[in-house]
Nanobody
Framework: VQLQASGGGLVQPGGSLRLSCLAS????????MEWHRQAPGKQRELVATITRAGTLKYIDSVKGRFTISRDNAKNTVYLQMNSLKPEDTAVYYC?????????WGQGTQVTVSS
């Protein structure tokens, strides 16, 4: 299974970005899909989860600003990020957890700066 993340970039504070994570196989609907991020000098942290059953989970710092969703037909998971803050700057990674194991995509850089 391969995961390809995209959609990162440079955005001003208060702006929005939508990250996408495309899976090479039809696993999105059968997996817990997660977005993680790693800021410079910090440990990687879990940001958002959409479980196989469709339950959504977020860390407190992004609640009300980020939305995770999926399109099973497109084998894609999204992370809509609104009201971005400089502290959201990080490399964002998608991850799939299913019966076949745990799979990581490559990161996509998000930089929030004026």
């Amino acid at each position: 299974v391969q995961l390809q993340a995209s959609g990162g970039g440079l955005v001003q504070p208060g702006g929005s970005l939508r990250l996408s994570c495309l899976a090479s196989e039809n696993i999105v609907g059968a997996s817990d899909m997660e977005w993680h991020r790693q800021a410079p000098g910090k440990q990687r942290e879990l940001v958002a989860t959409i479980t196989r059953a469709g339950t959504l989970k977020y860390i407190d710092s992004v609640k009300g600003r980020f939305t995770i969703s999926r399109d099973n037909a497109k084998n894609t998971v999204y992370l809509q990020m609104n009201s971005l803050k400089p502290e959201d700057t990080a490399v964002y990674y998608c991850m799939s957890r299913n019966v076949f194991g745990i799979f990581w995509g490559q990161g996509t850089q998000v930089t929030v700066s004026s």
